[in-house]
């Protein structure tokens, strides 16, 4: 990382902030030709692994490209725009202020119904006001489930952390 200055060091603050961030980028390879999508994910930690959990259609090209090259990079930011730095010349300058995390790892899907029914229901609890306490055997039939155990985790900020962040 170039600039060690805002690196997130500390793995547990890259989860907690992977955990709060609402949504993220899945980028892929799509017989050499890049594809990226913005999807709405449930991060989970166990013995130190941070697996994230993601749905959607059985069908489709995100389908059809992680069935032949299941390797991915994902990331995942907080913009808090762009503002005016003055140099201690006089001059003035542009920064932009952020906290980002991003990883990589091969998606597997996830088969086994029961698995699928607790993923689904911790994915629409981290969104939903009211929770989820079920779903119908119809939308677990025809909801993909994929997870991607995170791989080579990082963690970036401007400006950079002092402290914990509260990431809303």
Known sequence: MRRQDREIK??????????????GHLAMNDNGKPYGITMNYFA??????TTLYF??????RKTEILATNPSVY???ERDDGPREKSRPDGSRSMT?????????GNMELVDEPAEKKRIL???SNKYADKPFE????AVLGMTAVWK?????ITGKSNPPLQAQPEVS
Do not use: C, M, W
């Open 134 to 137: 079920t779903f119908p055997d």
């Open 121 to 123: 229901l911790a994915l």
């Open 148 to 152: 991607l155990v995170l791989k080579n």
């Open 44 to 49: 989970e930690t166990q013995d130190g692994v």
């Open 96 to 104: 932009e202020l952020y906290l980002s995390v991003a990883g990589e």
């Open 10 to 23: 500390d793995i547990e603050t890259i989860r907690r902030i992977l955990e709060a961030l609402p949504i």
């Open 55 to 60: 749905h959607g259609a059985k069908a489709g």
């Open 74 to 76: 994902f990331f995942a």
